[in-house]
T-cell receptor, first 112, second 114 residues
Framework: DGGITQSPKYLFRKEGQNVTLSCEQN?????MYWYRQDPGQGLRLIYY???????QKGDIAEGYSVSREKKESFPLTVTSAQKNPTAFYLC???????????FGSGTRLTVV | AQTVTQSQPEMSVQEAETVTLSCTYDTSESDYYLFWYKQPPSRQMILVIR??????QNATENRFSVNFQKAAKSFSLKISDSQLGDAAMYFC???????????FGTGTRLQVTL
């Protein structure tokens, strides 16, 4: 079945370390997105990519980096520059059309 | 910039009753789409319903329907015959002409009681 796979489901990071969240899709979707979810703030866009080898900053890109070397993959790196990285991270993809997004099951990142 | 506002942080409804969740948005665009997403405790985001701005007819999906008031920039979700499985966070979302990104509201937590 087609879908989006995010891994790992839970991730713990020590302060000062970089960590990479994986997102893979087999839906042949052109566009992929990373959102951060915090209680009471809904989903906020971190980065998005509409084609391979190209991506744009979202509303809260500071302290994050991404790459899009393959259509199927859009990994997110949370760097040590991100001041408050503890959150739930959701990856999504779409056909670059207004039919809504398909979401992964998310990664819960906790800084210890 | 487009904004989406959900003014009800929490709502409660009895099983089999009807509940309406509110959403307003701000945009200067004429071509856009609006969505309601459901996020149950599993945290999986599920598309509930979609509305095209150019359509005057309100979208309906089984027990879920919307009241789309374009001039008022209002997009409410009505859930009829509420079921225990409807308990979740509900997010209203907007995507504009560039189709570049989906903008979400802050969500409404719906409780369903017996």
């Amino acid at each position: 079945d087609g879908g989006i796979t995010q891994s790992p489901k839970y991730l713990f990071r020590k302060e000062g370390q970089n960590v990479t969240l994986s997102c893979e899709q087999n839906l042949n979707h052109d566009a992929m997105y990373w959102y951060r979810q915090d209680p009471g703030q809904g989903l906020r866009l971190i980065y998005y990519s509409q084609i391979v080898n190209d991506f744009q900053k979202g509303d809260i890109a500071e302290g994050y980096s991404v790459s899009r070397e393959k259509k199927e993959s859009f990994p997110l790196t949370v760097t040590s520059a991100q001041k408050n990285p503890t959150a739930f991270y959701l990856c999504a993809s779409s056909r670059n059309s207004p039919y809504g997004y398909t979401f992964g099951s998310g990664t819960r990142l906790t800084v210890v | 910039a487009q904004t989406v506002t959900q003014s009800q942080p929490e709502m409660s409804v009895q099983e089999a009753e009807t509940v309406t969740l509110s959403c307003t948005y701000d945009t200067s665009e004429s071509d856009y789409y609006l969505f309601w997403y459901k996020q149950p405790p599993s945290r999986q985001m599920i598309l509930v319903i979609r509305q095209e701005a150019y359509k005057q007819q309100n979208a309906t999906e089984n027990r879920f329907s919307v009241n789309f008031q374009k001039a008022a920039k209002s997009f409410s979700l009505k859930i009829s015959d509420s079921q225990l499985g409807d308990a979740a966070m509900y997010f209203c979302a907007y995507i504009g002409q560039t189709r570049s990104k989906l903008t979400f509201g802050t969500g409404t937590r719906l409780q369903v009681t017996l």
